[in-house]
């Protein structure tokens, strides 16, 4: 054996005088894949395959998304998502899924139901904010994650608890809920698209943007308003304001003044 051989030979021996695996000057053939490469490959899981997607949606948005791009996000085929997720339309109800674990709990302590309705309401919608791109699929897709559940228990005993009856309680966080998702999808609609970016904040600008809106035939008078209605509303104030005319609906008792 030649020299050269030989030094080939004993580099890829192990302690116990076996060829190391992958070496091609000893089998002759490709090298195979050992430990270091398959600690390269990333370690998938479904919540890693359903955050990356929401992750990719809130950079690309939802039409965009496909599993093989997905993939190639993730660093590998997308065919191999399938063991994680089994369609397109999983993809998307676990899309919804990811987006509801960020749903927080109220504290155990004792907070006032009104404070917690309002706490509810506004991180509804920084979720939705958070997403703007993703979140219709929360009216879209027909699926309540866990999480979204769990939220909905801990609130529903927090209201029982303050004196609510169930069936009441119930009542309450569906309007709450479905008050702070619409409000919050069209927020992020009309004013934070990813086609028209976001609302502009001095008045020549929104003023372009709202003659943009309008038919170009609409008479003056309706193109003030528009301007009006559209171009001066403080969105923050606005949905606070929804919240307290829901409260104190809620906590007006029938007769009282200014009830």
Not at 15 to 35: D, K, S
Not at 213 to 227: F, I, N
């Amino acid at each position: 054996m030649a020299p050269r051989a030989r030094a080939a030979r004993a580099a890829s021996m192990a302690g116990n005088g076996t060829p190391m695996a992958g070496n091609p000057a000893v089998t002759g053939g490709p090298a195979v894949a050992g430990p270091a490469d398959s600690a390269a490959r990333p370690r998938l899981t479904r919540q890693k395959v359903l955050r990356a997607a929401l992750e990719f949606a809130d950079a690309n948005g939802l039409a965009a998304l496909s599993m093989h791009k997905l993939g190639a996000e993730l660093g590998v085929q997308g065919m191999s998502l399938y063991s994680h997720v089994a369609s397109k339309d999983a993809l998307l109800d676990g899309i919804v899924e990811a987006m509801t674990s960020e749903a927080e709990i109220p504290p155990a302590d004792g907070m006032d139901w009104r404070d917690a309705l309002r706490h509810l309401a506004r991180e509804i919608r920084a979720m939705i904010l958070r997403h703007p791109a993703a979140a219709p699929l929360l009216v879209r897709r027909p699926v309540m994650p866990t999480r979204r559940l769990e939220q909905v228990d801990a609130y529903r005993t927090l209201l029982v608890r303050e004196g609510f009856t169930e069936d009441r309680a119930l009542d309450v966080l569906r309007t709450v809920y479905v008050y702070a998702h619409g409000y919050a999808l069209a927020e992020a609609c009309f004013t934070r698209c990813a086609e028209c970016g976001p609302w502009p904040g001095d008045e020549l600008s929104q003023m372009r943007r709202v003659t943009q809106m309008v038919p170009r035939d609409a008479p003056d008078h309706l193109l003030r308003l528009a301007m009006l209605f559209c171009g001066r509303c403080d969105m923050d104030d606005q949905f606070n304001l929804g919240i307290e005319l829901m409260i104190r609906g809620l906590d007006c008792k029938s007769g009282e003044p200014g009830c």
